[in-house]
């Protein structure tokens, strides 16, 4: 299989699989305590949990790097500050996500929906200022109705409250 080949294949699935995680995990999390869900640490640990799928293409890639290269193929490829890096990450990833969950068990759907907007108008501010990422006038509709669209909701969200929440 050609290089380009397998970067444009990975591509593609990290793509589908991001587009899963960040549409249905909110959506299951929200369905999980509504129907009487009550362990934080397993809705948590469920969102996290997600990174072994990374595998699958890690062990593609070092499969196919074992035919291409022999017996010189190196298992890691990192160095061991950015192991490290990562594992740190990871750690403060986690706790964002029992921090998500707490927050998705205690509070209505219209204010969850407003602060997950916030969280994407700063994605968005922070890209720009950041990373110096140009909006088009298409990722600027998009994100304004990503954000109008929660607003809506709480506007009209009376009855939203799940059972021994805030």
Request: positive net charge; charged residues 10%; glycine residues 8%.
């Amino acid at each position: 299989m050609e290089p380009n080949t397998m970067k444009t294949l990975l591509l593609f699935l990290s793509s589908i699989l991001l587009l899963l995680g960040f549409s249905a995990g909110p959506l299951i999390t929200r369905l999980y305590f509504i129907y009487g869900g009550k362990t934080l640490w397993l809705s948590s640990t469920l969102q996290t949990s997600g990174f072994l799928l990374i595998l699958i293409p890690l062990s593609i890639s070092y499969i196919h790097r074992r035919k291409t290269q022999a017996s010189r193929a190196k298992l890691f490829t990192l160095s061991p500050f950015l192991i490290l890096s990562s594992s740190f990450v990871g750690l403060i990833i986690g706790t964002s996500d029992y921090f998500y969950a707490y927050g998705s068990a205690r509070l209505p759907v219209s204010t969850a929906s407003l602060i997950y907007a916030s969280q994407l108008a700063f994605t968005a501010a922070f890209a720009y200022v950041l990373v110096k990422q140009k909006f088009s006038p298409y990722s600027v509709n998009t994100i304004v109705l990503l954000i109008v669209g929660p607003v809506v909701l709480a506007l009209h969200g009376s009855s939203d409250r799940p059972e021994g929440g805030v």
